[in-house]
């Protein structure tokens, strides 16, 4: 399947990345993430709007000075993610990898795709705030917005 991504300058992005077969790897690993961010904004200019980590998955508003550069972040930042967990970690990520995504070198810790939404006025943008606000109520991980620490809305 082809995906046709819209790249427009001066356009926000709404993206959601999500761990292979959702392993809750983020929440608990949430330094060498953060570091993962920093290090792509050492070579990508953007700046993050909003942002929610949850454990196997996160969702994130960025807007990069240059629209084609938004898959060069993602990439970074899973790279370096990738890059800086614990070998045992990587070594029980690969034992639920097939062979062909082995072979293709597929670390096992990232599903290959992201989801992305081009954000085109107000209405979207707090839509989109206001689905990543509540995404830690809605899978049941606390009741109320404010006890979330992993997101830019507390």
Request: proline fraction near 3%.
């Amino acid at each position: 399947m082809n995906y046709k991504r819209i790249f427009l300058e001066n356009y926000s992005y709404y993206l959601t990345l999500v761990t292979y077969r959702r392993q809750p790897l983020l929440v608990d690993n949430i330094e060498l993430l953060r570091d993962a961010f920093k290090r792509s904004k050492r070579k990508y200019r953007y700046s993050i709007n909003a942002i929610v980590i949850l454990p196997d998955h996160l969702h994130m508003i960025i807007t990069p000075q240059i629209a084609t550069d938004y898959p060069k972040i993602i990439r970074a930042i899973k790279r370096s993610f990738v890059y800086g967990l614990d070998s045992r970690i990587k070594a029980e990520a690969k034992t639920v990898l097939n062979t062909q995504k082995y072979k293709r070198g597929h670390a096992g810790i990232w599903q290959e795709r992201y989801y992305e939404y081009t954000i085109r006025d107000e209405k979207d943008m707090l839509e989109k705030f206001t689905y990543m606000k509540n995404n830690p109520i809605k899978h049941g991980y606390i009741e109320n917005t404010q006890e979330w620490q992993y997101s830019s809305f507390t």
